[in-house]
């Protein structure tokens, strides 16, 4: 018979007899049964057809020679199987423990280095990014530069006084608004003698609003201004000046083509128009206007161009060129604000990478110190399975040599040998002891590191959120130069 063969044969009875005997695990050893191993040498048969023989023979002196051999034959196959396993069971464990402890120490080792590795990782970032931070603070430092220059020239303490999106789209409206107001104003006088009636006279009133608005609005804007510059003063009198003259001028112009309006058409001589006759008048005496209506056009005009002018000064800061440099100034600020915000929630991202990282190698730590553990435990189970699994082919082998020797005398007429008497041991120095190595020093040693790394665990997450704070500091101080 196999050793395959009998390891089969004693395997049916190992959920029976097991709960029965001693605990084995994963089945490496299972329990021999006695009553298969009879069956499949055919003990009984065997012991009484001997009997009936008188074999063995009275005068034998011990069971070595006899048929009582194949017992111990099978007995040993199956330990021998016994053997194989627990070779085979005893290294894979041995292994993985060895990989376990290993591992875990390896695991302990960086989860110590883990700040140095957030310090050498945040700096690879601020390295990768340095291009971009530096040319954008480079453009930040030219441009305050630039701004802090044209304070300084043009004796501006004050801060950039910005329109902002509502007062420019109310100063837009409100120049809308002159126009609209103007021409309908004026519609009404210049309707008379046109044609077209009070269409034609809205449509020359707004063409005329529009050139007065148009032109007070853009000399306030682009050059009245300038009347609060340091050395350019001349420039804003002279444009309030030609402001107030060329409104005067449209004001007029306009005054008098209602006046030239209101001559009956046949009155006028051959090839005269209104226009032609208004030009005439003003070129002669400007201010000899002949009724009411058109020194209220003129004054309407005056009015509006004047509110125009105004709304052109207050379109933006009242100091010539300030606007622009503030806002070049400011859009710098932003850009490199936002760049260094940009580094704080990087840096912030990376500490808190790293944060998880470490709950996840504590965890594994502890994880993998009960994985030793737990593999220490389970090759012991295995090796005391073993020295049991033993014991019970021992009392299996003493079994079945009690029932051979019981059935061979009951068929005998002559008396049994006188070792039948004699209680027989399983020889079983054919298995030696299973290798393996002692972890007990090295688990004692690694539950220690991994007790002195949760004592530490503060301390390691601290140094952390230590390097954290001093790089995120560092930002924070670039950031307060900006606003300083």
């Not at 069971?63 to 199956?78: A, H, K, L, Y």
Request: with cysteine; net charge negative.
């Amino acid at each position: 018979m196999s050793d395959k063969n009998s390891v089969m044969t004693v395997s049916g009875s190992v959920n029976k007899l097991q709960s029965a005997t001693v605990f084995i695990p994963d089945s490496q050893f299972p329990v021999i049964d006695p009553k298969n191993v009879a069956a499949q040498i055919n003990l009984l048969q065997e012991a009484k057809a001997l009997g009936e023989k008188n074999l063995p023979p009275t005068n034998q002196a011990s069971r070595f020679g006899t048929r009582e051999m194949d017992i111990d034959t099978e007995i040993q196959r199956v330990v021998s199987g016994y053997q194989e396993r627990a070779i085979a069971r005893v290294e894979a464990l041995d292994a993985v423990e060895l990989k376990a402890i290993g591992d875990t120490k390896e695991e302990i080792t960086q989860t110590r280095l883990l700040p140095n590795l957030f310090k050498q990782e945040v700096q690879s970032y601020l390295n990768n990014a340095s291009t971009e931070y530096e040319e954008t603070r480079a453009d930040f430092q030219t441009t305050q530069k630039e701004y802090e220059t044209f304070r300084r020239e043009n004796g501006l303490e004050r801060t950039c006084n910005f329109p902002g999106r509502g007062r420019t789209i109310l100063s837009l409206a409100l120049l809308a608004l002159f126009i609209l107001v103007e021409g309908c104003a004026n519609s009404s006088l210049f309707a008379t003698n046109l044609e077209g009636g009070w269409l034609d006279g809205f449509i020359y009133a707004i063409l005329a609003s529009a050139i007065n608005v148009g032109i007070a609005f853009f000399l306030g804007f682009r050059g009245v201004r300038y009347i609060n510059h340091n050395k350019k003063q001349w420039i804003g009198f002279a444009s309030l000046t030609i402001c107030v003259l060329l409104v005067l001028f449209i004001g007029f112009v306009v005054a008098h083509y209602r006046d030239a309006l209101q001559i009956p058409v046949e009155e006028l001589l051959p090839g005269q128009t209104a226009a032609s006759v208004a030009l005439q008048t003003f070129s002669e005496n400007p201010f000899a206007l002949s009724d009411i209506y058109s020194w209220l056009l003129l004054l309407l005009t005056l009015f509006f161009g004047v509110s125009a002018c105004l709304d052109g000064y207050w379109f933006d800061d009242p100091y010539p060129g300030y606007s622009a440099v503030a806002k070049k100034y400011l859009a710098a600020t932003d850009i490199w604000a936002e760049v260094i915000e940009d580094r704080r929630i990087e840096v912030n991202s990376i500490k808190e990478k790293f944060l998880e990282l470490f709950k996840e190698h504590i965890l594994s730590v502890q994880n993998g110190l009960v994985h030793a553990k737990k593999t220490f435990h389970s090759k012991q189970l295995t090796l005391t399975a073993y020295q049991d699994a033993h014991r019970s082919a021992d009392k299996a082998f003493q079994t079945l040599v009690s029932k051979f020797r019981s059935e061979n005398t009951k068929y005998r007429t002559e008396p049994p040998p006188q070792y039948f008497g004699q209680k027989e041991v399983l020889d079983l120095d054919a298995s030696p002891n299973v290798p393996t190595t002692d972890f007990t020093q090295a688990l004692d040693e690694l539950a220690k590191m991994v007790d002195d790394l949760r004592n530490d665990s503060e301390k390691i997450r601290g140094e952390i959120i230590q390097a954290f704070d001093k790089e995120d500091a560092k930002l924070l101080e670039e950031k307060k130069v900006i606003y300083a």
